[in-house]
T-cell receptor, first 110, second 113 residues
Framework: SQQGEEDPQALSIQEGENATMNCSYK?????LQWYRQNSGRGLVHLIL?????REKHSGRLRVTLDTSKKSSSLLITASRAADTASYFC??????????FGQGTELSVKP | EAGVTQFPSHSVIEKGQTVTLRCDPI?????LYWYRRVMGKEIKFLLH????????ESGMPNNRFLAERTGGTYSTLKVQPAELEDSGVYFC???????????FGPGTRLTVL
């Protein structure tokens, strides 16, 4: 992978449960971003965490960043069926291009 | 303010045919990027325009792919001739400055039969 690994590759949970996805990367970063792709279509930017931040919240999302381990995690609390999607982490390289992880397929069952 | 738009939303073509995808970035965004997600795999960078110039085309898979950005506004990505492995979702994104998170379009789903 260009980026590193994401785990798990697939995650199936019940509505109301929490979902945690992890991402590792290979290079030094200025920031790390998380995206969601719904139903094989559009990419939605979820949250950006800067390299000097350790944790960031946005609604039901919580992102952590450990630059010493080159890893990040995305926690979705109180999941809903509408959260079913593919989730990707991404780091920024030269020119602003994004390098994505392999993604986690999240399925939230009602 | 209108977001990034892409056309068509879905294209189904036969192997060997030509397809042209279009991306309209947000007005004033000089940076335009193309990405694709093939066969449910990871999303990969294809190329980057700054205005009408190709800044980085290191991700273009082969010479069957041709991208243009006439006048530094909208961009097209032509696949000629299309192969089965080109099937996937093609995303376009734009930013005003390279340091900020890009705005993505809804993507074009390409199916090559």
């Amino acid at each position: 992978s260009q980026q590193g690994e994401e785990d798990p590759q697939a995650l199936s949970i019940q509505e109301g449960e929490n979902a945690t996805m992890n991402c590792s990367y290979k290079t030094s970063i200025n920031n790390l971003q998380w995206y969601r792709q719904n139903s094989g279509r559009g990419l939605v930017h979820l949250i950006l965490i800067r390299s000097n931040e350790r944790e960031k919240h946005s609604g039901r999302l919580r992102v952590t960043l450990d630059t010493s381990k080159k890893s990040s995690s995305l926690l979705i609390t109180a999941s809903r069926a509408a959260d079913t999607a593919s989730y990707f982490c991404a780091t920024v390289r030269e020119g602003g291009k994004l390098i994505f992880g392999q993604g986690t397929e999240l399925s939230v069952k009602p | 303010e209108a977001g990034v738009t892409q056309f068509p939303s879905h294209s189904v073509i036969e192997k060997g045919q030509t397809v042209t995808l279009r991306c309209d970035p947000i007005s004033g965004h000089d940076n335009l990027y193309w990405y694709r997600r093939v066969m449910g795999k990871e999303i990969k960078f294809l190329l980057h325009f700054v205005k009408e110039s190709k800044q980085d085309e290191s991700g273009m898979p082969n010479n069957r792919f041709l991208a243009e950005r006439t006048g530094g506004t909208y961009s097209t990505l032509k696949v000629q001739p299309a192969e089965l492995e080109d099937s996937g979702v093609y995303f376009c994104a734009s930013t005003k400055s390279r340091g900020s998170a890009p705005f993505f379009g809804p993507g074009t789903r390409l199916t090559v039969l």
